[in-house]
């Protein structure tokens, strides 16, 4: 049975650079392709970046370009997500999700068959 853990979010300072990360148990394949969703209260949960089976591509949502970082080391089964200049609209619960395959980057989040069960990440001056 697959299973996503992450861990490594908490209460950041404004401006903070927290790294998030996501370990994969119970994998029966190898081939797979990855990505950090976030929820904040009251709102949808949205895709801040994807990377693709290979890791060779990346996307990121506008709103974290050139702050965020999605990277996967595959020999430990774990995807990161460094983050830094963190702003308050970074709040949020963060979750890592998985898509067997070998897929590009994958956006949509009905196409991710595995989720974590998320880490709280929280801005605060």
């Known amino acids: 049975q697959v299973q996503l853990v992450e861990s490594g979010g908490g209460s950041v300072q404004l401006g903070g650079s927290p790294r998030p990360s996501c370990v994969a148990l119970?994998?029966?394949?190898?081939?797979?392709?990855m990505g950090w969703f976030r929820q904040a209260p009251g709102k949808e949960r949205e895709l801040v970046a994807a990377?693709?089976?290979?890791?060779?591509?990346?996307f990121y949502a506008d709103s974290v370009k050139g702050r965020f970082t999605i990277s996967r080391v595959d020999a430990v089964k774990r995807l990161h997500l460094r983050m830094t200049s963190l702003k308050r609209e970074d709040t949020a619960v963060y979750y890592c999700?998985?898509?067997?395959?070998?897929?590009?980057?994958?956006?949509?989040?009905?196409?991710?068959?595995?989720w974590g069960q998320g880490t709280q990440v929280t801005v605060s001056s």
């Open positions: 999700a998985l898509k067997a395959g070998m897929y590009g980057v994958v956006r949509d989040a009905r196409d991710y068959g595995y």
């Open positions: 119970g994998l029966t394949f190898s081939t797979y392709a």
């Open positions: 990377i693709s089976w290979s890791g060779e591509s990346t």
